[in-house]
């Protein structure tokens, strides 16, 4: 697909992803594509934003006609005022909102952080058409926040839930994050009664790990940490794992729980192997059975799209994307185990063959994972589901099973 572009007329995108990179500070934490916010930068950006989707809409009449999610994700996006959000928005041209069905099947989302949940700020996203909300509360004390680098406080979380419930916001997801010095099976606790109490229908909660390149990995103390804690943390998640379950809040993916009818449409598209586009900063995109990546260098990726109406020869049929690799079978596969054991509903044979047919996926799933049943993973009917402590050790279970299908294949 180097020099092709997708048809859509074929296999549409379902999802969109928008990357929006600017943050007033930058996490020590974080290795995504971001940049400290510059009022200049950040216009031109939006700028070059609004003609990589012109790309698309002069290869295609309606490219997002199929479009069931719209993820606006950073960075921060709510450093940008309502109206260039919404410009964003409107230059997608998505038929969908002009039909109140239309609007009931697309769920449209932004990530926010709590300083910036102003009541006047959150009502002009609902009534421009966001329908859901992501807030990045991390926990809800301010000790904790200032030890992982957050600027904002717990006096802020609490300000950003009253603006939610005034504004009559009705489905948000709070980021939660754990597993970091200092932090213990108490804070879990004091933070799982404040997340429960803030009443929200979806909650991320993340470990926290460090990527080489992000600045606490330079850190003795952060260094240390996941090796000399590998327990404790277990034992952070199970806590959270069990106290939200009970709370209402099935877990639908290791680091995501939900009230039933409310999981992340976006999420949903990424882990069912649909389609989807990324547009900014180093965004991603899958196409069947492509995977691709815009360009991450800031100044090159606004290069790309600097002049109106002029695209650049590029080697790939996108001029943003920076790859384009081309996934097999055996690699879309090991995707699968990945993705399936890090969610409760695991694996089910009936399922794997009408995906990938012509294999014996009972008999193997029953020889492959027979010895890693430990507590691991729970046997029900045909499906093979991790229990919480098999989610754990998902990756090191998608292992075996890639390893045993290297056999077999």
Known sequence: MDAILPNLNLHPWEGVYIHL????????????PVVKWNEEKAQNYLQALLL????????????????????????????????????????LRLPQLSTKKGEKMLQISIELNPEDA??????ALKDQGWNRFSFG????????????????????????????????????NLD?????????????????????????THISAYNLTLEPNSRFYSLPEWQKFPKQNEDLVSQEFLTLHAGLQEGGFPCYEVSNFAKPGYESSQNEIYWQGKNYLGLGLGAFSAWEKDRMQNERKFYAWLELFSKPGLFPASKYACPAWEKVEK???????????????????????????????????GHFLEKACAPLKKNWLVQTKNCWQPSPEGLLVADFLALQLSSALEKEW
């Open 21 to 32: 990179p600017f943050c007033r500070n930058l996490c020590p934490f974080c290795t995504f």
């Open 52 to 91: 990589e989707i012109q790309f698309w809409q002069n290869h295609f009449p309606e490219p997002f006609s199929q479009v069931r999610s719209v993820y606006f994700g950073g960075g921060t996006p709510s450093v940008y005022p309502p109206e260039k959000l919404f410009e964003i928005l409107q230059a």
């Open 118 to 123: 102003r009541v006047d700020f959150l009502q």
């Open 137 to 172: 509360i991390q926990t809800f004390s301010s000790l904790h926040l200032q030890k992982i680098g957050r600027k904002h406080t717990a006096k802020q979380n609490h300000q950003c839930l009253e603006a939610i419930a005034k504004v009559g916001i009705t489905n948000f």
């Open 176 to 200: 939660w994050i754990y597993g970091y010095p200092t932090y213990g099976l108490k804070d879990v606790n004091e933070d799982l009664t404040q997340f429960l109490n803030a009443n929200p």
């Open 327 to 361: 996934i097999s079978q055996k690699q879309r596969l090991d995707e699968y185990f990945l993705i399936q054991l890090r969610r409760p509903s695991g694996l089910d044979p009936e399922k794997m063959t009408a995906l990938y047919p012509n294999f014996h996926w």
